[in-house]
Nanobody
Framework: QEQLAESGGHLVQPGGSLTLSCPAS????????IGWFRQAPGKEREGVAR???????YYPDSVKGRFTLSRDNAANTVYLQMDRLKPDDTAVYYC?????????????????WGQGTQVTVSS
């Protein structure tokens, strides 16, 4: 069956770095827009990075310059490199796909999700 399986979440100190992975099974990532999202306890889900079907990337101001999304087509995997992490970055991180070419991060068209991976930023 098709699957997105995030991994790489960990406890990290403020100012540290972490790379999350999102390999896809039984479908090609290049045929979808892919997004990274996060949700902290008591907060709404927030989009943190997106790669469109054409390959363009988008980041909200909250993570711009600190987070980088990349895609390895051969490995069929999307990554989220997170640098200069802050306690406010603590959340469960998810990757998701959309059949739309260039969806906004708040659009309801993100319709297939992984199970999430926990990132905790704390000293």
């Amino acid at each position: 069956q098709e699957q997105l399986a995030e991994s790489g979440g960990h406890l990290v100190q403020p100012g540290g770095s972490l790379t999350l992975s999102c390999p896809a099974s039984r479908f090609a990532l290049t045929e979808y827009a892919i997004g990274w999202f996060r949700q902290a306890p008591g907060k709404e889900r927030e989009g943190v990075a997106r790669i469109s079907l054409q390959g363009g990337t988008y980041y909200p101001d909250s993570v711009k310059g600190r987070f980088t999304l990349s895609r390895d087509n051969a490995a069929n995997t999307v990554y989220l490199q997170m640098d200069r992490l802050k306690p406010d970055d603590t959340a469960v991180y998810y990757c998701a796909r959309s059949t739309f070419a260039n969806p906004t991060m708040t659009s309801p068209v993100w319709d297939f999700w992984g199970q999430g991976t926990q990132v905790t930023v704390s000293s």
